[in-house]
């Protein structure tokens, strides 16, 4: 079974700065695909940015870049230059075809705050 | 249609009634994907279709819950007797690959149904 587990509830930056938002998983296959995803307070679920996992070079989306540590199992999202609109619930999620089941696993997700 | 449409946006029920919730997914997406996701939770998997077949119900929480996809386009997701615990965003998902080839898991999501049960 798949794991994801996010560290920090909440996160708090100034708007202009740089964050990061930790994740870590677990999965006993060798070929996965990560994620994150975007929950604004609209409550829609927003595809951020995907890795695949035999991939070496880290993903990157405009501001939006990942540090993905395999060996640590480890996939971080950096948010460079945080505007106000990117205050949302961030969720790190896994994906592999292991064991029959086809759905993502989800971490619990990180509240972003934005701070003018 | 132009996103993955989802069904009432909320339900308020009594416990004991039967719910039924409503997926359209993005025109021409063969896989659909049903996920439930309670307070300060992230989503947690209940079952997914190719086209018309249920391919994993494994997340289902118990026999209280059942889907279908009849024709391969929308999907019903049916509770009965409904008890306060089913209380949840109930969100759907939809993909142009199937489940197990590469791009089947870039999902796109609905707004969801919010259940509420007194």
């Known amino acids: 079974a798949q794991t994801v587990t996010q560290s920090q509830p909440e996160m708090s930056v100034q708007e202009a700065e740089t964050v990061t938002l930790s994740c870590t998983y677990d999965?006993?296959?060798?070929?996965?695909?990560l994620f994150w995803y975007k929950q604004p307070p609209s409550r829609q679920m927003i595809l951020v940015i995907r890795q695949e996992a035999y991939k070496q070079q880290n993903a990157t989306e405009n501001r939006f870049s990942v540090n993905f540590q395999k060996a640590a199992k480890s996939f971080s999202l950096k948010i460079s230059d945080s505007q106000l609109g990117d205050a949302a619930m961030y969720f790190c999620?896994?994906?592999?075809?292991?064991?029959?089941?086809?759905?993502?696993?989800f971490g619990k997700g990180t509240h972003l705050i934005i701070q003018p | 249609g132009a996103g993955v449409s989802q069904s009432p946006r909320y339900k308020v029920t009594k416990r004991g009634q039967d719910v039924a919730l409503r997926c359209d997914p993005i025109s021409g997406h063969v896989s659909l994907y049903w996920y439930r996701q309670a307070l300060g939770q992230g989503p947690e998997f209940l079952t997914y279709?190719?086209?018309?077949?249920?391919?994993?119900k494994s997340g289902l929480p118990n026999d209280r819950f059942s889907a279908e996809r009849p024709e391969g386009s929308i999907s019903t997701l049916t509770i009965q007797r409904t008890e306060q615990r089913d209380s949840a965003m109930y969100r759907c998902?939809?993909?142009?690959?199937?489940?197990?080839?590469?791009?089947?898991?870039?999902?796109?999501f609905g707004a969801g149904s919010r259940l509420t049960v007194l």
């Open positions: 279709f190719n086209y018309e077949a249920q391919q994993d």
């Open positions: 998902a939809s993909s142009p690959a199937l489940a197990g080839e590469a791009g089947a898991n870039v999902l796109t």
């Open positions: 999620a896994v994906h592999d075809s292991g064991g029959g089941a086809d759905g993502l696993t």
């Open positions: 999965t006993s296959e060798s070929d996965y695909y």
